[in-house]
Antibody, heavy 122, light 107 residues
């Protein structure tokens, strides 16, 4: 079964850091671009970041640029999101999602992980 | 950024109805448009990719179409299990952007 499972969410104080992980199984992880998408409480979906198949190319939303870093370890079949200088407005469920189709930077996102909740509050 | 204007924001319909949701892109995005279904507490699920292609395993009552920068998502014969929020998403340019969502309820 093709699956993505996020972990690492939790409660963190403003200005703090957190690292999210996204573990992949059931497919050749190193052949797919992966994205992070977040969803604030009761809000819509917002794109955060993406990474190419070997980790050499990354992109970020302006709202997280300079604070978040996406990376991947293809040997461990795991995606990461290092989040620094966290703000209250970063509070959200964070999803990792695979691009449909190998070696494609864009396309439908399928599958998605179940999400991990990040709460930034004092 | 490419803006995706999705309407309506909410919709109430009866079982068996034909339901249509639209998304308008702020510029030409070719067919780089996907549709997702999200049920409460769950991750989004891809239904339609590249404007009009049905994802494997998705019921054929779901369909998508394009006319210029206007995109439509249709459910032909609403079922109780279709209650969810639906989002469009463009991937022609960065940042990837989503529509505001349409909350679908059963009348």
């Amino acid at each position: 079964e093709v699956q993505l499972v996020e972990s690492g969410g939790g409660l963190v104080q403003p200005g703090g850091s957190l690292r999210l992980s996204c573990a992949a199984s059931g497919f050749t992880f190193s052949s797919y671009w992966i994205h992070w998408v977040r969803q604030g409480p009761g809000k819509g979906l917002v794109w955060v970041s993406r990474i190419n198949t070997d980790g050499s190319s990354t992109s970020y939303a302006d709202s997280v640029k300079g604070r978040f870093t996406i990376s991947r370890d293809n040997a461990k079949k795991t995606l990461y999101l290092q989040m620094n200088s966290l703000r209250a407005e970063d509070t959200a469920v964070y999803y990792c999602a695979r691009v449909r189709g190998t070696y494609r930077s864009g396309g439908g996102f399928d599958p998605w992980g179940q999400g991990t909740l990040v709460t930034v509050s004092s | 950024d490419i803006q995706m204007t999705q309407s309506p924001s909410s919709l109430s319909a009866s079982v068996g109805d034909r339901v249509t949701i639209t998304c308008q892109a702020s510029q030409d995005i070719s067919n780089y448009l996907n549709w997702y279904q999200q049920k409460p507490g769950k991750a989004p699920k891809l239904l339609i990719y590249d404007a009009s292609n049905l994802e494997t395993g998705v019921p054929s009552r779901f369909s998508g179409s394009r006319s210029g920068t206007d995109f439509a998502f249709t459910i032909s014969g609403l079922q109780p299990e279709d209650i969810a929020t639906y989002y469009c998403q463009q991937y022609d340019g960065l940042p990837v952007t989503f529509g505001q969502g349409t909350r679908l309820e059963i009348k």
